[in-house]
Structures are given as C-alpha cells and as structure tokens.
C-alpha cells in the first residue's frame, strides 16, 4: 500500500513571504497521481493544485506551485506571496492511475500559519 | 466541479443511539467516499460507495457499525451505529466526478459528531 508522509506538523510564514512544504511518497507505480488540498477551519477541502505523474512539468497555480521530484518520490508545494487567506492545514494526497475505485490516501497534514 | 450538501452540519448524541449523515451531490458522480477526521488530523477512509452494489469497507470498520446506503448517482448516506463517546469526530464524504482524465473530487463541509 501507498504511504503519504508530510514530516513539518506546522510551519509559520510572514505576509508576503514563501513557505515550503515537503510531501513524500511510497509507490511502486509509474502512473499515479498527487495533489495538495487546503482545509481552512471551515473544514471544506479545497483543491489547491494536481499533477499527473507523467508529466514532467511542474504544475502551477497562481501563486502555488509545486515541485514534483518522480525519482526521489517528493512533491513539495511552495505558497509564494503568502496571505492571510493562506492560513490552513495542508494536505498532500496519492491516487493509483491503475485505482479504478479512485481512492486518496492522505498525508498527516501541515498546519500553515500565516503572521503579518 | 460539483457541489455536496452534506447534513447535519454537526449533531450531539446520546451513546446507544445513531445518525444517519446524508450527502447529496448536485451533479452524478461515480464514487463516493466517507471519511472520519479527528480534529487537526488527517482524513481516514472509512468505505468507497459505487452506486448499485454494496459499499466496500477499510480495514478496521465494518458494515454493522457503518451501514452505507448508495441509491443513484448523487446521493449516499453513512450511518453511525450503536454509538459510544469514541465514535466522536468529524464525518466527511467526497464524490468523484466522471470525465476520463478530467476528473475532480469534491468534499462536503463535514459533519462534526459529539457523543455524550
């Protein structure tokens, strides 16, 4: 089974400032996908950014963007610019290509706190 | 993406009894999940509904204690049995989207249980 590692409980950022987090996984598949989502304390979940493990290209949205490592099975997300919106636990989360159930396996999450 | 309406918002209990959550999509999906989160922690997949057959469970949860019902396309329930002050935390179901490589998950807001 897949595991999903989020090792940074917590990080703290300053208005404006970049933030890092670091997502690992543990697969022996070549096709798969990974995604980050943001769960403000209004507990939705919300879709931040995705990538397609077959694309080398690193996916991008707006001020978050993600660097997607296949070799070391790491997938980071970056928050540049950061906002008091921003304030969140991040998850980062696998899915098999070859799950036709389409199951997520989540990380332990990384609560970002926003200062200003 | 499509929208869930997830019911009630959150509910307090007395043990013995149960509740049944209700998840209703706006739009037809293939799969929907339910999931268990303890506050500030990850999500934890209870069981993956298809619509028309019998839900199918993680390990460590049963059908007894979490009956799952999948009508159609765009609604499902999840059922909190016989419950003791453990079974305390927040239920989330999600819904997977048609679309091939297109897809999307969506999540409802949760429903946050309180035992007494």
């Known amino acids: 089974a897949q595991t999903v590692t989020q090792s940074q409980p917590e990080m703290s950022v300053q208005e404006a400032e970049t933030v890092t987090l670091s997502c690992t996984y543990d697969?022996?598949?070549?096709?798969?996908?990974l995604f980050w989502y943001k769960q403000p304390p209004s507990r939705q979940m919300i879709l931040v950014i995705r990538?397609?493990?077959?694309?080398?290209q690193n996916a991008t949205e707006n001020r978050f963007s993600v660097n997607f490592q296949k070799a070391a099975k790491s997938f980071s997300l970056k928050i540049s610019d950061s906002q008091l919106g921003d304030a969140a636990m991040y998850f980062c989360?696998?899915?098999?290509?070859?799950?036709?159930?389409?199951?997520?396996?989540f990380g332990a999450g990384t609560q970002v706190v926003v200062t200003p | 993406s499509a929208v869930i309406s997830q019911k009630p918002s959150r509910d307090i209990c007395q043990r013995g009894t149960s509740l049944t959550i209700q998840c209703q999509v706006d739009?037809?999906?293939?799969?929907m999940f339910w999931y268990r989160q303890q506050p500030g922690q990850s999500l934890t997949l209870i069981a993956t509904?298809?619509?028309?057959?019998?839900?199918?469970?993680e390990s460590g949860f049963v059908i007894d204690k979490f009956p799952i019902s999948r009508p159609n396309l765009t609604f499902s329930t999840l059922t909190v049995s016989n419950m003791s002050p453990e079974d305390s935390s927040i239920y989330l179901c999600?819904?997977?989207?048609?679309?091939?490589?297109?897809?999307?998950?969506?999540f409802g807001s949760g429903t946050r249980l309180t035992v007494v």
């Open positions: 999600s819904a997977l989207g048609f679309g091939g490589t297109n897809y999307g998950y969506t």
């Open positions: 697969t022996s598949e070549s096709d798969y996908y």
């Open positions: 990538q397609e493990a077959y694309k080398q």
């Open positions: 989360a696998y899915r098999s290509a070859t799950d036709s159930w389409g199951k997520l396996q």
């Open positions: 739009s037809q999906v293939t799969m």
């Open positions: 509904a298809n619509q028309g057959s019998e839900a199918t469970y």
